[in-house]
């Protein structure tokens, strides 16, 4: 069967209720999930209350249990099924993590032979379950930033996939744009230097972290910029922007970049055409990154009241919330940067301890690759309530050769006495304090073992 006529199947599925229970993930992916599912019920005339949580666990299924609703499940839930199904709770899949078993109500791109880590997005799976329920072709652009908040367009710069397939939707609508651009962060809402300033990824030697070193780089290619004037990515002329693009790209030739990651510099970007110029809402990324500073810091409400179209009160606290989660990062970077980063035969790892909310660690594991060995996989371990949160990130070329990080991590944290899941490319876990060592060693193993094999 194909995936669409699966999509189909749950919407009907879906029809037959009346309470739901949307349970979702609390990232940019699954907040823009939980809202079009959201949306999309209430739309049909749905009862929908909304929970968002950081992993499906025993003591989060109870309490989906106690709430005695039909249950919907966004952005996760895919790999916990044994465990909905022992609580006999009922309820359908619109997830992309690696499936632990196979499903009548579920849609997993992997079911369908589709890479859950490129081809699909929590959000663009939830969203095909959505257009089979009515006209809700306005809800592709969310599910366009929910895609862009996983990282789907990073292997080629774009969307691929069945991601295209609501990407093409989107345009075709009128409520969005594909344009060839800067993949930076900011080029709506920070002046120029202050977007080079903070990018890490990649990390531009001078630049990045460093007001002085963005401005004197302008300036040396003729843009002159004060930090009195405002002046935004989007406010250059196409000769600036050009000059900039070279001056870049030239930096990051100095540093010795690959030829692969300094192509991906400039590519598709998304521009939201109902959204305001100026405001992060109108880029894909921007956008994104909003939602993650509202989940990852526990305000998930706001980025879903933003998505649902709060442009007030939500929307002023989201950008509160941003300018916070841009300076966590930032210093996130700098202090793996002091700390260093060990390496084993097969991974490399730093412990940030309670220096990095464990939130964010793995945001900021993903962005250590710009100072870190890319041949092997990064791992960071973060206090947290439950013990020491985990997060690996790999590259594509690791992947390739073998590298799959869900089924290492999750092996390795259940040895120790936890449990962990996600992508090939990007997992997490959590483990019992003292076990980090233990952990480490075992993961440096499998993940040698799934190199050799
Ligand atoms: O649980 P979830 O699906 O949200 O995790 C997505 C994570 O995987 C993000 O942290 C994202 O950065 C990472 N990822 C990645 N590269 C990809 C796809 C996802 O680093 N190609
Ligand atoms: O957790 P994951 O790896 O998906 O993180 C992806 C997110 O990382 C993006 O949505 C964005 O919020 C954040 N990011 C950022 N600045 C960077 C790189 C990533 O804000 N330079
Ligand atoms: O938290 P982090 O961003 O590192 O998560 C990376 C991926 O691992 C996500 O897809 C997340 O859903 C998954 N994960 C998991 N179980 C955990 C922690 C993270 O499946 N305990
Ligand atoms: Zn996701």
Redesign the pocket.
């Known amino acids: 069967m194909d995936l669409i006529k699966k999509a189909y199947e749950i919407s009907e599925r879906i029809k037959k209720e009346d309470e739901f229970l949307i349970v979702t ?1 609390i ?1 940019a992916d699954g907040i823009t999930s939980g809202a079009i599912a959201f949306e999309t019920l209430s739309r049909i005339g749905k009862d929908a209350k909304i929970i968002f949580l ?2 499906l666990d025993e003591k989060a299924a109870e309490k989906i249990a106690d709430e005695n609703r039909f249950v919907w499940l966004t952005d ?1 839930g895919s ?1 916990n099924i044994s465990l909905l199904l022992r609580r006999k709770l009922e309820f359908v899949i619109s997830d992309h ?1 690696v499936p632990e078993m196979t499903y009548k109500w579920q849609l997993n791109p992997h079911d369908f032979g589709y890479d859950g880590s490129y081809d699909l997005s929590g959000s663009t799976t939830t969203y095909l379950v959505s257009r089979c329920l009515g006209l809700n072709y306005d809800l592709s652009p969310l599910a366009i930033v929910g895609a862009v908040g996983d990282l789907q367009d990073s292997r080629e710069a774009k969307l691929v996939g069945l991601n295209r397939f609501v990407l093409e939707e989107a345009i075709k609508y009128g409520y969005l744009n594909a344009i060839k651009d800067l993949r930076f962060f900011g080029k709506q809402t920070r002046p120029v230097y202050k977007m080079l300033e903070y990018t890490f990824d990649p990390y531009l030697p001078g630049i990045s972290g460093n007001e002085k070193g963005a401005i004197e780089f302008l300036s040396s290619l003729g843009v002159e910029v004060k930090r009195e004037d405002w002046v935004r990515w989007i406010d250059l002329s196409r000769e600036e922007k050009r000059k900039v693009v070279s001056g870049i790209v030239r930096v990051c030739m100095e540093a010795g970049y690959s030829y692969e990651l300094i192509k991906k510099i400039v590519g598709e970007t998304y521009v939201l055409l109902e959204e305001e110029e100026g405001t992060e809402l109108r880029d894909a990324m921007e956008y994104s990154t909003l939602l993650n500073a509202t989940a990852r810091y526990g305000f998930e409400e706001v980025g879903l009241r933003v998505c649902l179209g709060d442009r007030d009160k939500h929307f002023r606290k989201a950008r509160a919330l941003l300018q916070e989660h841009r300076r966590n990062l930032s210093a996130g970077i700098k202090l793996v940067e002091e700390m260093g980063i060990e390496e084993l035969e097969f991974v490399q790892y730093f412990h940030a301890k309670s220096a990095i909310p464990e ?1 964010i ?3 900021v ?1 993903g962005m250590s690759y710009s100072i870190a060995s890319k041949n092997k996989p990064i791992v960071a371990f973060a206090y947290s309530e439950e013990g020491v ?5 790999a590259t594509k070329e690791l992947v390739e050769r073998g590298v799959h990080l ?1 089924s290492a ?1 999750r092996e390795a ?1 259940e040895a120790v006495g936890g ?5 090939s490319i ?5 483990i019992p304090r003292g076990k980090e060592e233990e952990f480490i060693q075992l993961l440096n193993k499998i993940v040698g073992l799934q190199l050799k094999r």
């Open positions: 993930h990232d950081k992993q996760l790999g993590h939130t660690v793995g945001i594991a949160k985990v997060s690996a990130r869900a991590v944290a449990s962990g899941g996600g992508h990007a997992a997490g876990a959590t």
